[in-house]
C-alpha cells in the first residue's frame, strides 16, 4: 500500500546513489551524508547516475518501506530544492515525468 502523502516531508538526497543499496545502506547515506536521522517518519528519495531508477526510504511504525521505479526508457528530472527538500508536487511530478517550464505560484495564508 503506497502510504505517502502531503502530510509527509521529502528530502532529495544531492548526488547520485548506488542502487545496490538497501534499507542499511541507505540509512547511512541519510545519517552521514544528510545528517538526517532515517527513523523520523520522513521520506527520502534517491537517484541513479543516469537518473532512470529512484529509491524513496520510509520510515513506517514497525520498519522501514522501501518504494523503487525503474523506468524503460526516459529519465527523472529532479526539481531545483531547497536545502534538499521536495515538496509533494514537485516529488508527484518527477515520479510522472511532467516537466514544468513556467509555474507561478501565489502565496497563500498558512497559520505560524
Given at each position: 500500500m503506497f502510504a505517502l502523502g502531503s502530510s509527509h516531508r521529502f528530502y532529495l538526497y544531492d548526488s547520485h546513489c548506488d542502487m545496490r543499496k538497501s534499507f542499511d545502506g541507505l540509512c547511512g547515506l541519510i545519517k552521514s551524508v544528510m545528517q538526517r536521522q532515517a527513523t523520523s517518519g520522513e521520506v527520502f528519495v534517491f537517484l541513479n547516475r543516469s537518473r532512470t531508477h529512484i529509491k524513496l526510504l520510509h520510515w513506517e511504525k514497525g520498519g522501514f518501506v522501501l518504494y523503487y521505479k525503474r523506468l524503460e526508457s526516459g529519465t527523472f528530472l529532479p526539481p531545483h530544492v531547497k536545502n534538499g527538500e521536495l515538496s509533494w508536487s514537485d516529488l508527484v511530478l518527477m515520479v510522472e515525468?511532467?516537466?514544468?517550464?513556467?509555474?507561478?505560484?501565489?502565496?497563500?495564508?498558512?497559520l505560524p
Open positions: 515525468g511532467i516537466q514544468v517550464v513556467k509555474s507561478i505560484q501565489k502565496r497563500r495564508f498558512s
